[in-house]
């Protein structure tokens, strides 16, 4: 029957046993090759069972074509209606995989392959495969064979026979056997090669795991060694030969496509190295030079062709240094940068379908259970395999993992490697990317069982799992250590005592026993306090040792939980809002000033969360101004007043420094700023509008407290240096002057007397010794400096400055702005002494060359004894005084002209320099980032050692900490430093060009 009540019911059927293209299948069913099976309903049932039915139908129809004869054809179809097993075999290799589809299209009979269905046939092994490769004595005939051979793997996988497991390891077996047939074949083509030389292949990475995927290169080192009474070079040399052929015919793409591509630069020097290398030679080389990586990389090495002797005593000659790598210095350090480098280099397009690279995939789980393995190998070798789900099962044995954790890892893992290999199995291409095509999509799911809404089902279990396996990546080191401390689970499950000072040190922790005694502290027992503890410990410690100085975090973390552990919002902030935690952690580990102030008031961890805290957002001045009035208001006496002040202050440069640790250091969610002059403008804007206020309250204080409302003078202070500039350091003295103006009516002695005591009481308040980081105010600018009076009228003012000025006097002027007390007055010193410091006709060659003089001076006699000046932040090369010398001579001789430069700001100066075209923009870019630099230096100083600085810190673990802050990890002050000499280098030869004329 074909008329239109037949195509109808076929169509409904088609649909039903989910055909997408029901019209074009029908057709495919009603032509010649299936007409003697197009009624059969097992036929239809077994496509409908396939992961893309249409696909399976269209590659059944071309295998059907590519018969020799009809009988052949026959043969064919009743051998697939007769058997149930081929059936399912090779329909659903049809229906997974159009590149295997378009192999027996070519081949018409390897189908044969799939006839049989024995229980030797289940799980072969290298000596089968190699059996399957036996007749291939060509690179062409090779190819074929081990796509008939990938065929049966292929139709054993999707048809549920093996788990991904044993595929994975099926397919190290095949291309072991393929490895020795390609070596037997190049060997066949220089036999001589073979008289002179031992060759041995030692496969790497997922092959020598024993889990390879079924596109993917095969990882490979070579080791060699003379046959008896050959010379050494020429055995080298032959070796050479013999193993560029090797790679050549797996590698190279003919008529029948390439097996896949052989990679041997995991080899030591890699690329740049030689192919082939004596055993003593790989030895000489990982005792010397080899990177942490490399030894992570040999833990998979397995000699699988060539010299089964030579390749056994390659790998006991390196096997015991695998197992000392934990001991290396960075370890950890040097294997997360190495899992970031990865992430780092996947297009950012990409990053969230990469399978294989991306957060939460398979290399998060293979990195993990590497590193554990690597840190408790040393002392059980239970661990020592080199297939990754075995060695996860040994971790969770010996209580190295937890057993809850540890099978979740397995279920994620297998599921993305199940993944994996049906995405490559399509069109065995070698690829780690999630399709975005929704037939793509549904045609995964249905293959991997999903069957109700197939690519809704697939894409909500690949996201299941990656969160699983983020959520565990980091977890996996630290929840075994708060077991073993807090004695939770059974006793043979939990780490020993000397396995968790393994992991500690192997972590970063240089006191184990402390760092176990805090984690005792704060994890154990049963309140509700330490199972949220131990709920936040496994991430933190993460964090911490992330850091320069993790045992620092710890410590500061217990001390923070001491204070507040009782208090109800504390341990719910960790938990409940995302950024707290890891902000926190940050904090308490980048160095000493930003924990000091928080344990002095360790309510301010409210600020870390992302709630009522206020967040990390400076506060701006007017808002700090109205605060520290207020609490000055309703303090009873200028002491408390101040304290309060102080309090304020203490709170507001904590908000800022955590801001700045934050945004140096990055988190999860947000990574590190790029633009490091923000984070600098950030701190001296915040710590200036700081300062201001706090100088505000004090003078308010001063002033109720000596006249009540009204002093019977005008009072003004005016912020100099670095403070006029909005440029203050954490550690910062505040550089003023003091100006007033007697009230109409009231005679100027009286009016100076009241002046004075405020000065001198405002100077007392601020000098009394407190806990609180110090707030000094220097009026060293002032006329006559040190011998003159700390406080003057405007009137004097004018008087000085227009008799006795001197150039330098009114280069530190461009940096006066008002900052407290009555805002006319501080209006009126600006308009006084704007022509000094940007004098209409400009500077004359004179003051020029005084100006330069001064600075010369400067540096000889201000640099400490001892000191590196290429690394002094303030007067070595590129530093700061060389850019803002630069600049304010600009100012002097452009101001007048050029609006943009009347700022006491650098860089708005320097930026306005550049728009008139007074520098070029390379010139000022260099100039920037030198000012930016050494800024950053000083204020990282000021957090780590609690203490100001305008060099680089001699204490190595300061000096790494630095270095962190700065974006550099461990093991690269190094660099840090010769990238700091480079920039000050630069930035001085533009100096030397704009500001000495040379």
Known sequence: MTGPGRRSSTFTRLLRHGFTAPAAAERLLDGAELAPVRDDPVLLEALGATADPDLALGSLVRLLEAQPDPTARRELLD???????????????????????????????DWQALVTYEPRDLHPGVEEFERGLAGAHDPVALRVAYRRCLLSIAARDVCGTIAVAETAAELADLATATLRAALRIAGAAAPDDTRLCRLAVIAMGKCGGHELNYVSDVDVIFVAEPADGADEGKALRAA????????????????????WPVDANLRPEGRNGPLVRTLSSHVAYYQRWAKTWEFQALLKARPVAGDAGLGQDYVAALNPMVWQAAERENFVADVQKMRRRVVENIPAAEVERELKLGPGG?????????????????????????????ALRALAAGGYVGRTDAVQLDEAYRFLRSMEHRIQLHRLRRTHLVPEDDADLRRLGRSLGLRTDPAADLVREWKRHTGVVRRLHEKLFYRPLLDAVAQLGPTEARLSPE???????????????????????LASGVTRKAAIQRTLLPVLLGWFADSADPDAGLLNFRKVSDALGKTPWYLRLLRDEGAAAENLARVLSAGRLAPDLLLRAPEAVALLGDGDGGGLEPRRRSHLEQEVLAAVGRAGSSEQAVAAARGVRRRELFRTAAADIVGSYGTEEQPAEADQGALVDLVGGAVSDLTAAALAGTLRAVV???????????????????FGGHELGYGSDADVLFVHEPRDGVDEHEAGQAAGRVVAEMRRLLQIPSADPPLL???????????????????????????????????????????????????????LVDPLRYPASGLDEDAVREIRRLKARMEVERLPRGADPKLHTKLGPGGLSDVEWTVQLLQMQHGAQVPGLRTTRTRAALAAAREAGLLTEEDAAVLDEAWVLATRVRNAVMLVRGRAGDTFPSDPRELAAVGRYLGYGEGHVGDMLDAYRRTGRRARGVVERLFYGT
């Open 240 to 259: 050479t030969r013999l193993a560029s052929h090797l790679m050549r015919i797996c590698s190279e793409t003919t008529v029948e496509g390439s097996i």
């Open 499 to 521: 396995a968790a000072r393994e992991r500690l040190v192997a972590l970063g922790y240089a006191d184990p026993a402390s760092a176990l005694r805090h984690l005792e502290a």
């Open 777 to 831: 105010i220097d009026a060293d600018l002032r006329p006559e400096g040190k011998t003159g009076p700390l406080v003057r009228t405007l009137t004097s003012y004018a008087a000085y400055y227009r008799r006795w000025s001197l150039v330098w006097e009114a280069q530190a002027l461009l940096r006066a702005e008002p900052v407290a007390g009555d805002e006319g007055l501080g209006r009126r010193f600006v308009e």
């Open 704 to 722: 109720d407290a000596g006249w009540g409302e009204t002093l019977p003078t005008r009072f003004a202070v005016i912020a100099m240096g670095r």
């Open 362 to 390: 398979l290399r998060d789980v293979e990195f993990a259970v590497q590193l554990l393995q690597l840190v408790h190998g040393r002392a059980d070798a239970s661990l020592r395999s080199g297939t990754t789900l075995d």
């Open 79 to 109: 051998t697939l209606t007769a058997a149930k097993p081929l059936r399912d075999r090779l329909l659903g290799v049809l229906g997974a995989s159009a590149a295997l589809g378009d192999h027996l299209a070519r081949h018409a009979g």
